[in-house]
């Protein structure tokens, strides 16, 4: 079971191509604006609204008994109409590492994610964006030295605001809208078939096998509760309907990517 590229690992392009943006400016005309620098802040973790204990479970309210394309299309359908979820754990995308802790709603979304130890947050708010890439990110992006020195003294460990209407930062819009998200995220190769049930992560889970790994999901709920490679990466779907609203960054800590050339 893959998580589709489209979904998650585009953000990869999508941040080489906001880097190749940055290294291209003019540092003395880019930073006119007048922002003065702050230090960078600690992202507020959102705070979740207390545990719903789910209903108990009955043999007559499982899913166990679907076959394996009708259980795949209700997780889907199930985590579509939550409200929010959270997606924890690592995967691998060719030779890059991924991992990623983001908190997805209804009306945007916002986490951290990090490829091969270099970091980077998002948030994402309607049809607006807010990246803030680590020193590490700028620097394994950008290899010439003293171009990774202007860009990061440029931004200043300040969020980048940017629209998802633009072109080339389409892909992020994915995690604007958690339905859409949903839409293109799990995607099987080769054969899918089921598994016996078994407890994963404190929930009854019957589990969903292809070629590449297998996802778990609840018996009762239909929700995504695991996603396990063939190897040992794994994404957790924890903390359905619990998230709030993400906020944007406050102004002092945010450069416009106009000033960037985005």
């Known amino acids: 079971m893959l998580i589709r590229r489209t979904a998650i690992c585009a953000v990869v392009g999508v941040l080489a191509g906001l880097v190749a943006g940055c290294q291209g400016s003019d540092p003395a005309t880019s930073d006119s604006l007048g922002t003065t620098p702050t230090p960078t802040p600690t992202v507020t973790s959102v705070t979740p609204s207390p545990v719903v204990t789910p209903s108990p479970s009955t043999p007559a309210s499982t899913i166990a008994g679907l076959s394996a394309a009708k259980i795949l299309s209700k997780a889907q359908a199930a985590a579509k109409a939550a409200t929010s979820v959270r997606m924890k754990g690592a995967m691998s995308d060719g030779g890059d590492r991924i991992v990623l802790d983001i908190r997805l709603g209804q009306a945007g979304g916002q986490g951290t994610m990090s490829i091969n130890g270099a970091a980077f947050s998002l948030i994402v708010l309607d049809k607006t964006a807010y990246l803030k ?99 040992a990466d794994a994404v957790t779907f924890t903390e359905y309907n619990q998230a709030t609203t993400p906020k944007a960054p406050p102004a002092a800590q945010v450069i416009d990517g106009k000033a960037l050339g985005l």
């Not at 202007?150 to 460990?157: E, Q, R």
């Not at 994915?174 to 190769?189: I, N, Q, R, V």
């Not at 292809?210 to 190897?231: F, K, Y």
């Open 133 to 231: 890439l680590s020193d590490k990110f700028w620097r394994a992006q950008i290899k010439d030295k003293a171009d990774a020195d202007a860009v990061i003294g440029l931004v200043a460990g300040r969020w980048i605001k940017t629209s998802l209407t633009d072109k080339d930062l389409g892909e992020l819009a994915a995690f604007a809208s958690k339905p859409k998200f949903f839409d293109t995220l799990f995607e099987p190769t080769g054969t899918l078939r089921k598994t016996a049930t078994r407890t994963v992560d404190g929930v009854t889970a019957i589990g969903l096998r292809d070629t590449d790994g297998t996802l778990w999901v609840d018996t009762v709920t239909a929700r995504p509760v695991r996603l396990e490679s063939s190897g």
